[in-house]
């Protein structure tokens, strides 16, 4: 971005992915974190007196318009934190883009209509994508620039994000330049102890980082949804908790290579019902009840998992470890993101919803090091596979 600054920008076209991504209840934005995290770059721009264009993703539409995933929420508050006026293209690449970007003036930022309306954007197929990225391109026309800022999709191969940055003159924005060098010193050589605490509801999702990450880790602490299949692992019953019972086999192979690094729950809050107002039991790991499903960690797991962040030099923590959009069932992911707070190490937490829930749970951004943008893309960063939408930029794809 600096290199694009200094060449001067001013009256010049600037084309920014941002990952806008954001939870949504009706048209209400229930966390803005990714918003925000795009501001400082789209300032600098508008500052400098470029005309930007953003160009973002919603959730995952069907490849055509779809009015839920609209991006109005997200571009009024954008114009809202901006302090200035965000037009909406009413489409991406058609008359009504068209016409908001000739209509706007320097320092001024237009979002164009969501790019997953267009089926093109995560086609497979390398011809159509690049033919939706070379529309984007021309939308922007002769002169105009490419800032890839939407680190929370760098690792999809798709044309906002890979093909577009090949079509026009590309730069790396703030964010991803900051993303890329703080998630660099983990895959480098953290200090240590080195913990890692995993939760969320899928172990198939987590799989690959896990193998990845068991080796450099001193230790890897389970927690959320994929916790049950780990203790089924074990050959313990888990009631009616979340189960992947086709990664079984899989989990006893970590279990079996992960030797002392692994520490899961000791103890767990189960409920009878998937259900804010579930009545609370507090219940072993290795004795849930047949009719019960483990919701959160409990209070003995918490101050485990506490003992263990407390000795770290060095945390990432990717995934809440309970139901924490229910206040009876966020007592463990707080406790595990107090514990971090409290400690002195160095701390990165990775993927919207453990950001989300940082954010909504009222604790401060301010106690860890860095909040990444990144759910997937942190974690396939941390797992070494190549970025797409990162090695485009560094001239490597
Ligand atoms: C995310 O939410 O992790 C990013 O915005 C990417 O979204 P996707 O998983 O739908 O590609």
Redesign the pocket.
Known sequence: LDDLLSEGVSGRRVLVRA?L?VPLDGETITDDG?VRASLPTIRKLTEAGAQVVVTA?L??PKGEPDPQFSLAPVARRLGELLGSEVALAGDLVGESAKSTVGGLADGQVAVLENVRFDARETSKDDAEREALAAELAALVGDGAAFVSD?F??VH?KQASVFDVARKLPNYAGGLVLTEVEVLRTLTGEPKRPYVVVLGGSKVSDKLGVIKALLPKVDKLVIGGGMAYTFLAAQGHGVGTSLLQEDQIDNTKQLLADAGDKLVLPVDLVAADRFAADAERRVVDADAIPSDLMGLDIGPRSSELFAQVLSSASTVFWNGPVGVFEFPAFAEGTKAVAQSIIDGDAFSVVGG?DSAAAVRTLGLSEDGFSHIST????SLEFLEGKDLPGVAVLEGGA
């Open positions: 990952d991504n990714r993703h959730g995952r939407g929370g999709v999809r919207g990144g759910g997937g893309a």
